[in-house]
């Protein structure tokens, strides 16, 4: 498979959409959610308005010659009123990836973290939120996060700058 990687822009705004949607997880055995969860202002602060100040992230593209766009990973500050789930600093970007489902368990979550941390703007903390049974846990672990918090069935994790 060929696999591209590319700089998020604004117009990746719809496809961000589509993978805030596939980034929640629901635990083997329960029903998919509808996708109007993400019109909860708790979800939506992730996305919308996407290429704003501060916004950084990367789109994973497969096939040739331009690609068909399979996942992304993305940092946005999310302070005062805008907290978001991983919340640790005013100034400390939360992290968010998905893959579509066909795409998963092939590298490419591994690949887009190597990228965005091997960019200016991933030479920062950067915080998270995961369920406690995600399988990707064990993918941020391998990426220097350590738990720093936890509520119910999430995690707060944390990595530092340069980890």
């Known amino acids: 498979m060929t696999l591209s990687i590319r700089p998020l822009t604004p117009d990746d705004e719809p496809f961000l959409w589509e993978m805030l949607f ?13 996708r109007e969860v993400l019109n909860l202002p708790e979800l939506a602060r992730y996305v919308r308005g996407w290429g704003r100040e501060g916004d950084c992230g990367f789109l994973a593209a497969a096939g040739k010659p331009i690609g068909e766009p399979v996942g992304a990973v993305w940092l946005r500050v999310l302070g005062g ?5 991983g919340y640790v600093a005013e100034d400390t970007p939360e992290l968010s990836i998905a893959l579509l489902p066909e795409f998963r368990d092939r590298g490419i979550g591994t690949q887009l973290l190597s990228r965005l941390f091997a960019a200016p703007c991933g030479d920062t903390p950067v915080s998270l939120s ?7 846990v064990r993918l941020y672990r391998r990426f220097g996060f350590e738990v720093v918090g936890e509520s119910g069935d999430s995690l707060t994790m944390l990595r530092s700058a340069n980890s």
Do not use: W
């Not at 995961?130 to 990707?136: E, F, I, K, R, W």
């Open 22 to 34: 596939q980034a929640i997880h629901v635990p083997d055995g329960h029903p998919p959610l509808s």
């Open 81 to 85: 009123e805008d907290r978001g789930f």
């Open 130 to 136: 995961v369920s406690t049974d995600n399988p990707a």
